[in-house]
C-alpha cells in the first residue's frame, strides 16, 4: 500500500479497510501539519485515527498525510500526532 508510485485510489482503499476515514483527493490551497511541513499546493489525501490516547487534560490523534504527483502517483506520506486540550 505505502509505496512509492501508488495510486492514491489504492490508498484510500487500504485506509478504509483500516478504517481511517481517509479523504478524497484534494489539493489544499493552504494547508500545514507539524514544523515546518506545508502541503499547500499538492495532491494529498489525509487520514485521521482519532483519539489513540485520552489523558485527564488533552487528548492525542494520528494524522497521516499522502502526497501524491500529478500522475496520481505516491511520493511520500508524513504521520503527525495532534494534541487537542480538552
Known amino acids: 500500500m505505502s509505496r512509492t508510485g501508488t495510486s492514491s485510489a489504492k490508498v484510500r482503499s487500504f485506509l478504509d479497510a ?9 489539493k489544499p490551497q493552504i494547508m500545514s501539519y507539524g514544523r515546518g511541513r506545508d502541503y ?3 495532491n494529498v489525501v ?3 485515527k482519532r483519539n489513540t490516547r485520552l489523558a485527564l487534560l488533552y ?8 502526497v501524491f504527483n500529478d500522475k496520481d502517483e505516491l511520493i511520500r506520506w508524513d504521520v503527525f500526532p495532534i494534541y487537542d486540550g480538552l
Open 18 to 26: 483500516q478504517h481511517l476515514d481517509p479523504s478524497n483527493l484534494i
Open 40 to 42: 499547500s499546493n499538492q
Open 46 to 48: 489525509v487520514a485521521v
Open 59 to 66: 487528548g492525542e490523534s494520528i494524522y497521516r498525510v499522502f
